[in-house]
């Protein structure tokens, strides 16, 4: 598949693009070797930077509805998956720009600037998402904040993050949303589970009824049949009191044993690929 996506990643139209990110656009989540991860990135860089560049940071006059709709996948790619240093750079400035005033970003690209600044931010920035997030009002915009705040990488900064869930500064309902990314990093989904287990009983205190039915997605990002044995048996007994807790549990360890099938039967692939590369 990686050989056959760049004949389709420079098409003009948004669907034929958004299928081949589908395809490639996070290889390095699971599948990739720490050690080919440098080829990947240049691999996503080659196919998508030049569109990226091209559409930009910001809507412009009379473009077109695809151009307008890949925008924020495209530069996701770049910034995210390829790491680029000039679209990391941009993003870094940007964040905090956008967190004292909301003008300085085009709201659909929201998100990939705060995600991209997060996933190479340090204390500080975070402080600044969890305040802006404390203070906004839209709780849509609260939510990307949030999710944001999920892609800092530093495990120090995330245990940090996931013990203000269990305060008051942010409705736990809406602060929730910080779990829904940390599905990129199975370091971080560690901390996250270890944190959760540790906590168990303050998380289920806190969170309205039947919500610690959302508890077992906690371990999502998990790709291997032992940790899906580990989250079926630490939380099959706790969650079936709450009403669909016994059927997230099912969905998380399901799809956590099919990403470990997925990597056995295609990573041998995308690694001879990126070792010609």
């Given at each position: 598949?990686?050989?056959?996506?760049?004949?389709?990643?420079?098409?003009?139209?948004?669907?034929?693009?958004?299928?081949?990110?589908?395809?490639?656009?996070?290889?390095?989540?699971?599948?990739?070797?720490?050690?080919?991860?440098?080829?990947?990135?240049?691999?996503?860089?080659?196919?998508?930077k030049p569109r990226?560049?091209?559409?930009?940071?910001?809507?412009?006059?009379?473009?077109?509805?695809?151009?307008?709709?890949?925008?924020?996948?495209?530069?996701?790619?770049?910034?995210?998956?390829?790491?680029?240093?000039?679209?990391?750079?941009?993003?870094?400035?940007?964040?905090?720009?956008?967190?004292?005033?909301?003008?300085?970003?085009?709201?659909?690209?929201?998100?990939?600037?705060?995600?991209?600044?997060?996933?190479?931010?340090?204390?500080a920035l975070f402080?600044?998402?969890?305040?802006?997030?404390?203070?906004?009002?839209?709780?849509?915009?609260?939510?990307?904040?949030?999710?944001?705040?999920?892609?800092?990488?530093?495990?120090?900064?995330?245990?940090?993050?996931?013990?203000?869930?269990?305060?008051?500064?942010?409705?736990?309902?809406?602060?929730?949303?910080?779990?829904?990314?940390?599905?990129?990093?199975?370091?971080?989904?560690?901390?996250?589970?270890?944190?959760?287990?540790?906590?168990?009983?303050?998380?289920?205190?806190k969170l309205p009824?039947?919500?610690?039915?959302?508890?077992?997605?906690?371990?999502?990002?998990?790709?291997?049949?032992?940790?899906?044995?580990?989250?079926?048996?630490?939380?099959?007994?706790?969650?079936?009191?709450?009403?669909?807790?016994?059927?997230?549990?099912?969905?998380?360890?399901?799809?956590?044993?099919?990403?470990?099938?997925?990597?056995?039967?295609?990573?041998?692939?995308?690694?001879?690929?990126?070792?010609?590369?």
């Amino acid at each position: 598949a990686m050989a056959l996506v760049p004949k389709f990643a420079h098409d003009r139209g948004q669907p034929v693009v958004s299928k081949t990110l589908e395809i490639v656009g996070n290889l390095d989540v699971h599948i990739v070797p720490a050690n080919l991860k440098p080829k990947y990135q240049r691999y996503i860089s080659d196919l998508y930077k030049p569109r990226a560049e091209e559409l930009g940071w910001k809507d412009k006059p009379g473009e077109s509805d695809d151009d307008r709709l890949l925008r924020p996948e495209v530069v996701r790619a770049v910034a995210l998956r390829a790491e680029d240093p000039q679209f990391v750079s941009r993003a870094q400035k940007l964040a905090p720009a956008w967190l004292a005033d909301h003008q300085a970003v085009d709201r659909d690209m929201v998100s990939v600037v705060l995600d991209t600044a997060a996933r190479h931010g340090d204390q500080a920035l975070f402080e600044q998402y969890w305040d802006a997030a404390k203070k906004e009002t839209d709780e849509d915009l609260q939510r990307i904040i949030l999710v944001g705040v999920g892609h800092f990488q530093n495990p120090a900064i995330m245990k940090v993050a996931f013990s203000r869930v269990l305060t008051n500064d942010i409705d736990i309902r809406q602060s929730l949303a910080i779990f829904n990314s940390i599905a990129e990093s199975e370091q971080i989904t560690t901390v996250a589970f270890d944190f959760v287990k540790q906590n168990y009983d303050a998380f289920v205190a806190k969170l309205p009824t039947d919500f610690g039915a959302l508890l077992p997605f906690v371990g999502f990002g998990y790709c291997d049949t032992q940790h899906a044995e580990e989250i079926e048996s630490y939380f099959k007994d706790r969650v079936e009191k709450f009403a669909g807790g016994p059927r997230n549990l099912s969905q998380v360890v399901e799809a956590v044993r099919l990403c470990s099938v997925n990597k056995e039967a295609n990573q041998p692939d995308v690694v001879d690929y990126l070792t010609k590369y």
